[in-house]
């Protein structure tokens, strides 16, 4: 069932990807959003956590290729600007990082190989406050959509 609901995201994915760049060779998207978000982060307050409330800018770039039968894309998230405040502490915080999916496959066969890349920090200031969430995932489609090679890689810590 996983492998289904995955293949099918994927597949949906690329339609849209396609459906936005119907040019073999378009140039990248790259625009800003503005964005709100909290996010809890264990180390605030004491070592106790809370939630801090973000603002600021999102930069996201896509890169997508078609040659001949083969689809690559890039896909790359950063924040600008992104700081943030503690809801008990006051705290002051700055998001930073890169999140990355690249992804490459057949328009023939349909096998697919992808990977993301999710590096993101909670800086706060002075020390023991700091937040980081590393994670790298990677998978392998075949020509039947079954999974093939998985690996998900995970860790976060407080500094």
Do not use: W
Not at 31 to 56: K, L, Q, R, Y
Not at 89 to 107: E, K, M, R, V
Request: charge should be negative.
């Amino acid at each position: 069932m996983k492998k289904t609901i995955l293949s099918n995201v994927i597949i949906l994915f690329l339609g849209i990807l396609f459906l936005n760049f119907q040019k073999p060779s378009s140039p990248p998207y790259n625009t800003f959003i503005d964005i709100d978000m909290s996010v809890f982060v264990p180390c605030a307050n004491s070592g106790n956590g809370e939630m801090v409330d973000f603002s600021g800018q999102l930069h996201i770039l896509i890169d997508f290729t078609i040659t001949n039968n083969r689809i690559s894309a890039m896909i790359h998230y950063q924040p600008m600007g992104l700081n943030g405040v503690g809801e008990i502490s006051g705290n002051q915080y700055n998001a930073t990082g890169i999140t990355q999916n690249f992804f490459h496959g057949s328009l023939f066969n349909g096998q697919i190989a992808a990977s993301f890349v999710n590096n993101f920090r909670m800086i706060g200031v002075g020390p023991g406050n700091n937040f980081t969430v590393h994670e790298t995932f990677h998978y392998n489609f075949n020509k039947n959509g079954e999974v093939t090679v998985e690996a998900d890689n995970f860790s976060s810590d407080c500094k």
